[in-house]
C-alpha cells in the first residue's frame, strides 16, 4: 500500500474518532469519494492498525444507526422552510 495512502486513513480515522464525522463530512474533508472512506475505514485501516479500526466501527456504527434520525430532520426542516442546520466545527 502507497504510503499516501495509509497517511490519508489514518488521519481519517482520526479525524472520525475526534469528531464523530460522518463519512459523508470525512469525505468532503479529505477531498474524496465516500466509497473512498468507507473502503479506507472497513478494508485498509484493519490491515494498519486493527484497534484503530475497532474504535472507527464503533463510531461508523452509531452513525449509521443515528442516520434515519439525521434524514428526517433535515426533510423536516425543509418543508418547514427553515435553514439547514449549522455543521459541525471541523
Known sequence: MKEEIRTRV???AQYMLKTGATVR???A???VSKTT????MRTRLMEIDPDLAKQVD???GI???ER???GGAATRRKYQGKPAAQRRPS
Not at 472512506?37 to 479506507?40: A, E, G, S
Request: overall charge positive; hydrophobic content about 30%.
Open 10 to 12: 489514518v488521519e481519517t
Open 25 to 27: 463530512r470525512c469525505a
Open 29 to 31: 474533508k479529505f477531498g
Open 37 to 40: 472512506i468507507h473502503k479506507d
Open 58 to 60: 464503533q463510531v461508523l
Open 63 to 65: 452513525n449509521r444507526r
Open 68 to 70: 434515519h434520525l439525521r
